[in-house]
């Protein structure tokens, strides 16, 4: 299906910050570290928020947590993303934020499906209970002052249980700057199709904060499908750019009325893969640990190219940039870009499956006294979102 880029770009604007190309990377667990952010920001523009982190991990301080929070010099945007189940955790992490200068804008995760964080009632969990949504992102919104604070979320829990309609208005209400809708809920994980509908319906219900539609961008042409039919302000991108940040070249063309499409040779691929292996090493300080981490990544930027079982064995197995040169080496870096087998889905999209809840959790929309006893987040670092 074609759609018309829009001409001129629509800039989005949330808060004080403005973007002349209206797209977002998604946090990802493992995944959107500074590493990342620097090799997608070297092909296009938008803005590029963190991984998830913990409140109460950075309220205590971690080092895992206070090293997720450190940008590179060149992200002139410093975008972080803060995942919590307690009003008085989550502004102190907000205050934190703020008081040492160490963000631009600030996103609050009301949208992780993952069991961890589903069964403290947390993530898209947690918009079922209206008051605690709302005392968090009050909470959080005053603590931010003059930073931007958005908010991100799923349709629901279930497609008995929606909550993105009136958590949109709670937030909208408690001045927030923007909002995210992933058209999926979180019983459906990544599985079958985005619910793009659900983004419209969002997009009519809240009308003075942009709006921007998340789930199943795998090319420009869906970002301005999905803004077409929406009317959403904005894309967030999330596993559409796994092993292809040039991705947000793309993006920029088509947002300023251009239509050029990234064809990378296995060469051009190869190239990349290095250049993040590289931003790996320098984000940990280790090169063990930069190289291993580049690993997970060796599917998705080989997709579709004729890279061979054993070499992509011997790449997930790779422990120093050398070695990760010769095996690089061993590629025709000649060979063209694939076409369609290199392009679409890309990353676990799981099953359907019932969440991980508080027991009796879906009895009320209000806070049992049992649930909030139990509203204490555990201290890890980052988690699925």
């Not at 809920?185 to 659900?198: L, Q, R």
């Not at 499409?261 to 993040?276: D, I, N, T, W, Y």
């Amino acid at each position: 299906m074609t759609s018309t880029a829009p001409a001129p770009a629509r800039p989005l604007s949330i808060g004080p910050i403005e973007l002349d190309v209206p797209v977002v990377l998604a946090p990802m667990a493992g995944i959107t570290n500074t590493a990342f952010r620097r090799l997608c920001r070297e092909y296009g523009a938008g803005l590029y928020v963190s991984e998830m982190i913990t409140s109460r991990a950075l309220v205590e301080r971690t080092p895992e947590s206070m090293r997720l929070i450190t940008h590179h010099e060149s992200e002139t945007t410093r975008s972080i993303q803060l995942y919590g189940v307690d009003p008085k955790t989550v502004a102190e992490a907000v205050t934190m934020l703020v008081a040492e200068d160490r963000a631009d804008h600030i996103d609050l995760n009301f949208g992780c499906p993952v069991p961890k964080v589903t069964r403290k009632g947390g993530g898209s969990a947690l918009p079922w209970k209206t008051g605690l949504f709302r005392d968090i992102v009050e909470g959080a919104v005053k603590a931010a002052g003059p930073l931007p604070l958005t908010v991100k979320m799923r349709k629901g829990i279930d497609a008995d249980h929606l909550t993105y309609l009136e958590a949109g208005r709670i937030a909208e209400g408690a001045g927030v700057a923007a909002m995210a809708l992933h058209g999926r809920t979180a019983s459906e994980f990544y599985s079958g199709k985005a619910d793009w509908s659900a983004i419209a319906k969002l997009k009519e219900t809240v009308t003075s904060v942009p709006v921007l539609g998340n789930g199943d961008i795998w090319s420009a042409d869906d970002a301005l499908r999905m803004m077409a039919e929406t009317g959403a302000d904005g894309v967030v991108v999330g596993r559409g750019c796994l092993g292809r940040p040039w991705l947000f070249g793309d993006l920029a063309s088509a947002f300023t009325g251009g239509d050029r499409k990234a064809q990378p040779s296995l060469g051009e691929v190869a190239q990349a893969f290095k250049r993040h292996a590289e931003l790996l090493v320098d984000f940990f300080d280790d090169e063990l640990r930069g190289c291993r981490d580049i690993r997970k990544h060796v599917a998705w930027y080989f997709k579709g190219y004729p890279v061979g079982g054993d070499l992509r064995a011997r790449l997930a197995q790779t422990e120093t940039l050398a070695h990760l040169d010769e095996l690089l080496g061993e590629l025709d870096w000649s060979m063209p870009y694939p076409g369609e087998g290199a392009e679409g889905p890309r990353g676990r999209a799981g099953t359907p499956k019932t969440p991980a809840l508080p027991e009796g959790w879906l009895d009320s929309r209000e806070l049992a006294s049992a649930h909030r006893a139990g509203l204490v987040e555990d201290a890890f670092d980052t988690s699925g979102g």
